[in-house]
């Protein structure tokens, strides 16, 4: 299995490379050379297997090789056993056709833990392969963090340290990173914003000599691991509602574009998907994309969905990609005027194709309230503000009422309580396994928002730098 940049002027490259590399050399982003497919037998052997067991059988043919099967087997049994569910990603149903699959059963309660706990541990046993380590650095405003920090902790091979800005984010989000007492983990209040922190690590990826010296890694939203590990939960709903023999549609609550790449993904795989709507916030560049075919970032709105408030969708450039012919040229060109003129439009035709599979949805905040509030009176579940975008969508979408529809819940109630009790009437309780989250013991260290400070905190934690970790 090879994988191509979408900008078709870096190194074409195997998994293991393109797993430690997460954006290609040129820009870009990489992409399987020619997508494996399973044959609807394939789907129907599915039928009745573990999650565990239906992912070695889905991304099995992305590794090429590269990785031996009980090894893999063995990766990602571990990290689907840190879900708090058996099924890990169970299906609820809402009504007739409607159904929510509920993402949020990892560690930090998001759907990122999703690939992220499997992220992890391909990491390490790459790194242990080589020989070498990595130290990753990532700033957070309170959500992607705890789901880093999860996926990295005790990994043998990978120190992380993650900025927050003190005080500025919740105390669950906070809890959730600072009571990871591993000895591989480092969390930095800074004292400063989100900004501040984002200008470090940007600081500390632009300063060669200290980015060799650690060997500075990330876990971002564009590695094509990620996507990988997101295409099995649609492979194994599908499989769970009648895949091959029966069709469905998908809705997506999306900020970035990666979740719904991994549903396209699917698609590309084989698997029965009619439809896949996007769902979108406030922050609807996505939504406006499939309405007019321009591509045109706004200011972003902080919302009650904040996972969503994104103005620049990344992972759209793998879609774009196939829309505009596997042009690499034409996709650089698209993202140059984008970066120069806050713009870029695709023709009619381009737009048509991709219309034949997605459809877009903007859901204001008083949707968003009203649809947790609707679900909790008329199906007894709860949502959180992300699903809500998912659902009201749903509803919204016109999709042909014969086809069961999937809703993605990412992310558990309990993690945005305060929109869900003005909603509902009640707070919801964070799960068994999290209730003593308020007396777990905390650790950080509070820096200056200086880099130089900062720099020297790293490296002497730095195992690939000699640091004692
Ligand atoms: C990250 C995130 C999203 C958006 O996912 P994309 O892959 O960026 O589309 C949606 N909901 C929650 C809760 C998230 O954490």
């Excluded at 959500?143 to 003190?166: F, M, Q, W, Y």
């Excluded at 200011?299 to 969503?308: A, F, G, I, Q």
């Excluded at 679900?375 to 086809?403: E, F, I, K, N």
């Amino acid at each position: 299995m090879r994988y191509i940049s979408t900008r078709g002027a870096a190194p074409v490259l195997g998994f293991e490379d393109v797993l430690l590399a997460g954006l290609a050399r040129d820009g870009g982003l990489y992409v399987p050379e020619t997508w494996p497919t399973l044959s609807p037998e394939d789907l129907r052997a599915m039928r009745g297997l573990s999650y565990s067991e239906i992912a070695v059988r889905v991304m099995l043919p992305f590794l090429g090789g590269s990785i031996a099967e009980d090894d893999f087997r063995a990766m990602v049994e571990d990290a689907y056993g840190t879900f708090g569910h058996r099924a890990v990603t169970p299906l609820v149903q809402l009504d007739r056709r409607t159904w929510v699959l509920e993402l949020f059963h990892g560690p930090t309660l998001a759907f990122k833990d999703v690939a992220l706990q499997l992220l992890g541990r391909l990491f390490d046993h790459v790194l242990a392969k080589r020989g070498e380590r990595v130290t990753i650095v990532g700033a957070t405003s309170g959500d992607t963090g705890s789901a880093a920090i999860e996926a990295c902790r005790d990994r043998e091979n990978v120190d992380i340290v993650i900025l927050h800005p003190k005080g500025r984010t919740s105390e669950v989000q906070r809890r959730q990173m600072t009571t990871v007492l591993s000895s591989n983990v480092h969390n930095v209040a800074l004292e400063g914003t989100f900004d501040d922190c984002q200008d470090l690590v940007k600081g500390m990826f632009n300063d060669t000599a200290f980015r060799d010296r650690v060997n500075l890694s990330a876990v971002n939203s564009i590695n094509w691991a990620r996507i990988m590990a997101q295409i099995v939960y649609y492979v194994a709903s599908a499989v769970a509602l009648g895949a091959p023999d029966r069709k469905l549609a998908f809705v997506v609550p999306t900020g970035n574009f990666g979740n719904v790449y991994a549903a396209y993904g699917a698609v590309r795989m084989g698997v029965p998907i009619e439809r896949l709507v996007v769902g979108s916030n406030s922050n609807d560049i996505l939504a406006r994309f499939f309405e007019s075919g321009a591509m045109t970032a706004r200011d972003v709105m902080p919302t009650l969905s904040p996972s969503m408030d994104i103005q620049i969708s990344s992972n759209f450039e793998r879609l774009l990609f196939d829309l505009l012919g596997r042009d690499g040229a034409a996709v650089e060109a698209a993202m140059r005027r984008f970066r120069s003129e806050g713009s870029f439009a695709v023709t009619d035709a381009q737009l048509a194709e991709a219309l034949a599979l997605f459809s877009g949805h903007r859901v204001d905040e008083a949707g968003t309230m009203a649809t947790i509030a609707d679900t909790a009176r008329t199906c007894a579940y709860t949502v959180d503000p992300h699903t809500a975008v998912g659902v009201a969508s749903a509803a919204a979408s016109g999709v042909d009422p014969a086809l069961p529809l999937v809703v993605l819940a990412t992310a558990h109630p309990a993690k945005f309580p305060d929109a869900v009790e003005k909603a509902t009437g009640r707070r919801p309780a964070l799960p068994p396994r999290l209730a003593d989250l308020y007396e777990r013991e905390e650790r950080l260290t509070v820096l200056p928002n200086d880099l130089a400070t900062v720099q020297a905190f790293v490296t002497e934690r730095s195992r690939a730098a000699g640091g004692r970790a």
